[in-house]
């Protein structure tokens, strides 16, 4: 199984950005997916997630601003990002809780897409 992550860039301060991360491999059923952004010198933190039936969670820093959104169909989970801030700025990883054929249930991680908000 495996998880990638696109969509990161440079953007101007009040700009936007979409998220999209995608599983793939031998998958018998996805649970939770989220984003979590790590900036430097910080500990990585939890952004948004979202469970299989579409309840969603918001960091407080990004409420109003960030929609997390999943299409089960094609295993992929998106991030919407809105009037960003230099604050923002950081790598983003995908996670989510997959139950695999071969591996059973495991937590995986993807690899990371740097998100830069200039002012």
């Known amino acids: 199984v495996q998880l990638q992550a696109s969509g990161g860039g440079l953007v101007q301060v009040g700009g936007s950005l979409r998220l999209s991360c995608a599983a793939s491999?031998?998958?018998?059923?996805?649970?939770?997916m989220g984003w979590y952004r790590q900036a430097p010198g910080k500990k990585r933190e939890l952004v948004a997630d979202i469970t299989s039936g579409g309840s969603t969670n918001y960091a407080d820093s990004v409420k109003g601003r960030f929609t997390i959104s999943r299409d089960n169909a094609k295993n992929t989970v998106y991030l919407q990002m809105n009037s960003l801030k230099p604050e923002d700025t950081a790598v983003y990883y995908c996670?989510?809780?997959?139950?695999?054929?071969?591996?059973?249930?495991?937590?995986?991680w993807g690899k990371g897409t740097q998100v830069t908000v200039s002012s």
């Open positions: 491999g031998s998958i018998f059923s996805i649970y939770g």
């Open positions: 996670n989510a809780e997959i139950i695999s054929v071969v591996a059973g249930y495991m937590d995986y």
